[in-house]
C-alpha cells in the first residue's frame, strides 16, 4: 500500500520566512493520523524544515542536517548541500523515502535523494503530496495582497486542504524573522 501523507509549504517574504506542514497520514484510501508534526526547528533554532514522505526517513534526515548545522556552526547552505550529498553517495542513505524544504533567514532549500539542492527563484516553494496546491495559491496570494508570509501560508495550505484529498488543515508552522 502506498502512503501519502503530507503537504509542506514554505514562504517568504518581507524578511520573515515560514514553513507550514499539515498532519495527515494516510495509508491506502484510510486516514489513520490527523495531527502528525513534520515542521520543526533545526540548529538550536537557526533553521527550520518540513518533511514529506516517510515518517522515519524524514526524521533520520532530520537529524542528520541538524547535525551538519551544529557541526562548526555551519551555514545552511552549506549543511544542505553537505547532507545531499551523502544522502545521493551513501548506501544505506540512498534508500530513504523522503524530501525535504528547509530555511533559515538567508536561504531556502528544497533537498531529495538524487542530490538536488534546489533554491526556488521567488522564495516559495512546496512539496507532497499537495504541494502543487499549496504553491499555486501562495503564489497567488504573494502577487495579489500584502498579507504576511504566516498568513499566506495558513490561507494557500487551507486552500490545499480543500482541493487535496492527502492534506488537512491541522497545521504545523515555524517562522524566523
Known amino acids: 500500500m502506498k502512503i501519502h501523507s503530507t503537504t509542506i509549504l514554505s514562504v517568504r517574504r518581507n524578511g520573515a520566512v515560514v514553513i507550514a506542514g499539515d498532519g495527515q497520514v494516510t495509508l491506502g484510501n484510510t486516514i489513520v493520523k490527523g495531527g502528525a508534526r513534520k515542521v520543526r526547528?533545526?540548529?538550536?533554532?537557526?533553521?527550520?524544515?518540513?518533511?514529506?514522505?516517510?515518517?522515519?526517513?524524514?526524521?533520520?534526515?532530520?537529524?542528520?542536517?541538524?547535525?551538519?548545522?551544529?557541526?562548526?556552526?555551519?551555514?545552511?547552505?552549506?549543511?544542505?548541500?553537505?547532507?545531499?550529498?551523502?544522502?545521493?553517495?551513501?548506501?544505506?542513505?540512498?534508500?530513504?523515502?523522503?524530501?525535504?524544504?528547509?530555511?533559515?533567514?538567508?536561504?531556502?532549500?528544497?533537498?531529495?535523494?538524487?542530490?538536488?539542492?534546489?533554491?526556488?527563484?521567488?522564495?516559495?516553494?512546496?512539496?507532497?503530496?499537495?504541494?502543487?496546491?499549496?504553491?499555486?495559491a501562495a503564489r497567488a496570494l504573494l502577487r495579489a495582497t500584502e498579507l504576511p508570509a504566516r498568513a499566506i501560508a495558513e490561507t494557500a495550505m487551507g486552500i490545499a486542504a480543500e482541493i487535496c484529498i492527502y492534506t488537512n488543515t491541522s497545521l504545523t508552522i515555524e517562522e524566523l524573522s
Open 41 to 136: 526547528k533545526l540548529g538550536d533554532g537557526r533553521a527550520i524544515g518540513g518533511f514529506a514522505g516517510s515518517a522515519a526517513d524524514g526524521i533520520a534526515l532530520f537529524e542528520r542536517l541538524d547535525d551538519k548545522l551544529r557541526e562548526h556552526r555551519s551555514p545552511l547552505r552549506r549543511a544542505a548541500v553537505e547532507l545531499a550529498k551523502e544522502w545521493r553517495t551513501d548506501r544505506a542513505l540512498r534508500r530513504l523515502e523522503a524530501m525535504l524544504v528547509v530555511a533559515d533567514t538567508d536561504g531556502t532549500f528544497i533537498l531529495s535523494g538524487s542530490g538536488d539542492v534546489i533554491e526556488p527563484d521567488d522564495g516559495v516553494c512546496a512539496i507532497g503530496s499537495g504541494g502543487p496546491y499549496a504553491l499555486s
